[in-house]
């Protein structure tokens, strides 16, 4: 019982002064340069947008969405798989970070330690694939390992399958845009307040956030002009030995209303983190039964990392007519981070021990880009057309330098070599004291800025032949360029190179009633190889990734809008993937891989009466390499993609009686087994992961203008493990976690 009473303890969080102040360079002041110019197409969410705070009257799915098509219109009428998340389902499930309520999302992964890793439709992005999340309909997260808040989202829109036409280089599985909080036209205030604590008994864990989300009109202006400021501070305490988070963040936006035709929104956010710096754990002999207790850390006390970031928005949208409609957007993005601390840099032959490197970096990426179209309904011969043409830009700049990059030795006084099981902490120097990098490998300590230049043309239309019969057709144009230059290192020549492509899609849709959607279509996608990469020669010689699909659906809007569900099936194939292999220049590449992923999924918002809700979603994938110049490879299943993927959210509120105010609400996810890694040309392994099934629990009640909930993430304790990037850089899951959230709003 003693680590249950840890979530009281954990409520010293509504006192800012006691958060703890971040040091070194997250002390240092940020520098930002702000662009402007742009609106979303996914500024407004949906007609069924829940704005109170008895959140189970708004549906978990909403009807409409926009990031697929660039168009304000139902889900019914979209020829492709598109899903927005509402704020209700955010506050039923009760978490703080975007990348925590994907278990909840069908088809959708968390993959890795950054808000980039995830795996859509069985194909994994990464960091460099700035299009796998966007915000708003643009690419850039302001920090890059800690996920965006949800205090400051409105709601999550996924779109599945190779989706480039509207926005350039895209993973085959899809996207995720997280459409932000804007300003409002009524006054409303929400103060949030947030305690944790695990309650598995791993020793020091708790902590907790304060929020504050207040919008409408600017004294004065005639609500001209509307404001709204969202910020959140904490502090908290993991389950992993000496893990630590201290986040803050602050979005303040201003929304000028020049007239009933023309609206402008600018948009500010800066967050920062302080975090322990971790790798997490290793699988010797590439078996996870061998895998040490989850809270095991192989980094000392004081190994840390930070990020900063500051961005600006402006969303322009205005009306020429009632039929033809301007948008222009515009992202700025400002972001470094660093590190010093302990890599894991090899598993000893018995599998007893680990080498270590001392690592330092720091890491700094600009993004800067926009978009602007026009929105045209027009009639030919009695057949409407909504027409979509535009044009987006962009220039995304990053520079890593490092500053340590030490393989420490396996013995002498330099070793910093280290127990699996039982990892002994305090015994290293002060990192100053080792050498900045081997002697035998100089080029290990470079820095190397990456300039990417991005263009893009794109043209849709939605034709309606008749009220049932439905299609849509596009084309998008795409060129990027790039340059490596090395800062750091002498006598590097810097590299050049240009990738372009043209992709189609085309969609059809027949509704038989306003209830039932039928759906077939055809899309493409590509992403440029990742400028990094040499051949044989030492040259940049790749083509871009590209991949296609087919996919058929059944969408339904019943009972009232009381039952929804999207049915797919779907075939994407992914070609010109990239294999790397040793070579004497290092680390050579060449273009011999193919990919496919082909499954099935179904999508369920069921609401059976007024204040019962469920959410249910199920995956079946067999995503595989096609090709591969490694025969031991091709066949094998992706890493980190499990074929079978369920879950349900329900959740039930009293709304008469003694216990009105009170709701329940139970999640469970199951997840199927997965194979970690690839094989290699010399081994089979592929670190399966076990299959595993979460179950969560939460507690809601409303009185007046207060709202309480107290969830108990992974009830059961289950351990699991949630991703794996080698086999010394394994993922645990949380284990059983309490929170209690308090809000009030006026």
Known sequence: ????????????????????????????????????????????????????????????????????????????????????YSGSFMRAIEVTQVADLYKYMTGVQRAGNTGYDMTLRGFKTAATDRNAIMTDGLPGLTVRFGSPPTIGTDHVEVVKGPASIFYGQVQPGGFVNIVTKKPERFQH?????????????????????????????????????????????????????????????????????????????????YRRTKTHYDSYLVAPGNLIANVAPINTTYQEPGDSQYERGATASLFVTHDFSTSLHGNLSYRYVNHEDGATGLDVNKISADGLTLTRRVRGQINKRTYGFGDANLLWDFNVVGIANKLVTGVNWGRETSDFDRT????????????????????????????????????????????????????????????????????????????EDFTIAELKLPNVPTQSGSNHDALPMAGIVYEPTKSWSLYASYSTSFVPVPASNQDINGQYSFTPTTASSVEVGLKSDLLDHRLRFTMASFDIRKKHVINTFTCPLGTCAEQLGAEESKGQELEINAQPIPNWQILFGYSHLDSIVSQSNIAN???????????????????YDITKGALNGLGLGLGVSYVSARNGLLPTATSTDTLTMPAYTITDLALYYTIRNVDLTLKVSNLFNTRYYASASSAIAIMPGEPETMTLTLRTHF
């Open 189 to 269: 205030t929400e103060i949030e307040a947030t305690g944790d604590a695990s309650l598995a008994g791993y020793g020091h864990e708790g902590g907790g956030a304060i929020a504050v989300d207040s919008t409408g009109p600017v004294p004065g202006t005639d609500k001209h002009f509307l404001y709204r400021i969202v910020a959140q501070g904490g502090s908290t305490h993991g389950f992993r030995d000496n893990d630590f988070e201290y986040p803050v963040y602050v979005a303040p936006s201003l929304t000028w209303e020049m007239s009933s035709e023309t609206r402008a929104t600018l948009q500010l956010e």
């Open 633 to 651: 490879q091709v066949g094998a299943l992706l890493p980190n993609v499990p074929k079978d993927n369920a879950h349900i959210w329900t959740r």
């Open 1 to 84: 019982m003693k680590t249950r009473t840890k979530l009281l303890i954990g409520v010293w969080l509504a006192t800012p002064l006691m958060w703890p102040p971040l040091t070194g360079h997250a002390q240092t002041a940020d520098q930002t340069t702000a662009g402007a110019t742009a609106p979303t197409t996914t500024d407004d969410a949906s007609k069924d947008k829940d704005t109170t705070l008895v959140v189970v009257t708004g549906k978990f799915l909403d009807r409409n969405a926009s990031s697929g098509t660039k168009l304000k219109i139902p889900v019914m009428d979209t020829p492709m798989t598109v899903a927005t």
């Open 404 to 479: 340590q990059f030490y393989n420490a030795p396996n013995t002498g006084t330099d070793s910093l070599t280290v127990s699996v099981l039982d990892p002994q902490h305090g015994l290293a120097r002060d990192y100053s004291t080792y050498p900045a990098v081997n002697s035998n490998t100089p080029q290990n300590l470079n820095d190397r800025l990456t300039t990417n230049n991005a263009f893009g043309v794109y043209i849709s239309d939605l034709i309606t032949f008749t009220p049932q019969l439905k299609a849509m057709i596009g084309a998008r144009y795409s060129k």
